[in-house]
């Protein structure tokens, strides 16, 4: 076949760069040995690369942005389509609709290119993020609990299906493949293309607040927190997290309430934000920052320094459910006893929660909780991953399932779907992808959706 893009085969002396320069975890997988990898230039390599594995009894896994902390493309004896050289984009001023391609970084190529006609997009925090798994999870963006998730932006996909054919998919057309595409994951059963996305106009002012506790105040600032949160406006994104501080003075972690507002003037923000600056405890705050101006850009300079690359991950997540009373002590150890420096522990808002539309992606709560284990200690690795367990482990009375952007199915399995999407998503893979061409979940065993203690 001739391709635009490159086969790489094992043997090869790029081979080896080409299953794994683009995967951002150091931690790296060396366990598993893709049959080819296909660096796509073109729709037409994706179609091609797809025809191939069918010819050579392949299944097919994709890459996207790489970003993945279990690597989901590497998969053994699979071709992997990577879509990195493969990067378009396009706005219609018209009717307000941005075309991209999955490997197109969400904050540091659409957004940028977005802005030029005064339109945003809620992308990925970390602005590196391909969009391509990010809408396939469901897209926990930016301002998720008032602007929905990600993917409910998605209006169309173009999608290389089982049969190597490209088609449009979309509400009225190839629905079914349309549904599952928002939500699946790595469990989708088709190379999307091309994702048509609806825009939104760009926030006029953006606002931020930051207060910052010693962790001795854990409990009495995040039980405050729990029984107010759904109370804030909708404009604001609020994440208490705890993370050291690259700030001269701070020589161990806090624990950091923050609320950035995304409205048209200084005083929508000001109002917007002021219920998180009636915290009884912000006498007591380390610092604090209340209803100053940002930048997009300062916000994604924040995220960078967080999530550096070259580092190793481990990460784990949980959506919870439950009474303060029961929720604080269970994320305790998460927030209170990081094992590294650069480690951080993030309490998202999703309250009050808005009913979902009809897509794969079905399972949330009120609060999103996740620990990011970063570290450049290979010999560690056994260990870290042992607290990160134990941290999960606290929190299992209060947990009602996982998001599929922040899991790894090969260490622990949680529900990721309501049940009947989850028989939905079976019936239509079982005609769409009825051979198993596509790898899906990476797993140690079958996915079950279901939570590992209630089996």
């Not at 990195?84 to 941005?98: H, I, K, N, S, V």
């Not at 990011?372 to 690795?381: A, I, K, N, Q």
């Not at 596509?438 to 079958?446: H, I, K």
């Amino acid at each position: 076949m001739n391709f635009t893009g490159t086969l790489h085969l094992p043997g090869d002396q790029s081979f080896e760069e080409a299953c794994f320069g683009r995967v951002f975890n150091a931690r790296r997988p060396s366990d598993r040995t893709p049959a080819a990898v296909l660096e796509a230039a073109t729709e037409q390599d994706v179609v091609e690369g797809v025809r191939l594995a069918l010819e050579r009894g392949w299944q097919v896994a994709v890459r996207s942005g790489g970003h993945s902390w279990a690597a989901w493309s590497v998969r053994e004896e699979a071709l992997l389509i990577d879509l990195g050289d493969f990067r378009e984009m396009a706005y219609d001023p018209r009717t307000g609709l941005a075309t991209a391609t999955p490997s197109v970084k969400g904050g540091d190529e659409l957004n940028p290119y977005l802005g030029e006609f005064g339109r945003f997009f809620n992308a990925g925090h970390c602005p590196s993020v391909g969009i391509g798994g990010f809408l396939l999870q469901g897209g926990q963006g930016w301002n998720a609990r008032g602007w929905g998730w990600a993917a409910e932006s998605v209006v169309a996909i173009d999608v290389v299906t089982a049969e190597g054919e490209l088609v449009r998919a979309d509400g009225t057309r190839n629905s079914d493949l349309f549904w599952a595409a928002r939500g699946a994951g790595p469990g989708f059963f088709g190379v999307v293309t091309r994702f048509h996305l609806r825009t939104r106009p760009l926030p006029g002012h953006l606002a931020h607040t930051v207060h910052a506790y010693p962790l001795d105040l854990f409990d009495e600032v995040m039980t405050w927190l729990h029984g107010m949160h759904h109370t804030v406006s909708d404009l604001v994104e609020i994440v208490a997290l705890t993370q050291t501080p690259p700030l001269p003075g701070f020589d161990g972690p806090v624990l950091l309430v923050t609320g950035v507002s995304m409205t048209d003037t200084p005083e929508q923000a000001a109002e917007a934000l002021a219920p998180l600056h009636a915290n009884p405890y912000a006498d007591r705050a380390l610092f604090r920052v209340e209803a100053q101006p940002t930048t997009l850009a300062e916000q994604l300079q924040g995220q960078r320094t967080a999530n550096p690359e070259d580092h190793r991950y481990l990460v784990d997540n949980a959506w919870l459910t439950g009474p303060a009373d029961q929720v604080v002590p269970a994320i305790r150890k998460a927030f209170t006893e990081h094992p590294t420096r650069q480690t951080f522990t993030i309490w998202f808002s999703m309250a009050p929660l808005r009913e979902l539309p009809d897509m794969a992606f079905s399972l949330q709560s009120e609060i999103y909780c996740a620990t990011y284990v970063v570290h450049d200690e290979p010999e560690r690795d056994a260990e870290l991953r042992a607290w990160l367990d134990g941290a999960m482990a606290a929190m299992e009375p209060v947990t009602a399932g996982q998001y599929l952007g922040d899991s790894d199915f090969t260490v622990r399995q949680l529900k990721f779907m309501g049940d009947a999407q989850w028989r939905r998503l079976q019936e239509i893979r079982a005609v769409r992808d009825p051979k198993g061409l596509f790898a899906g979940c990476l797993s140690t065993g079958n996915v079950t959706n279901t939570n590992h203690w209630e089996r």
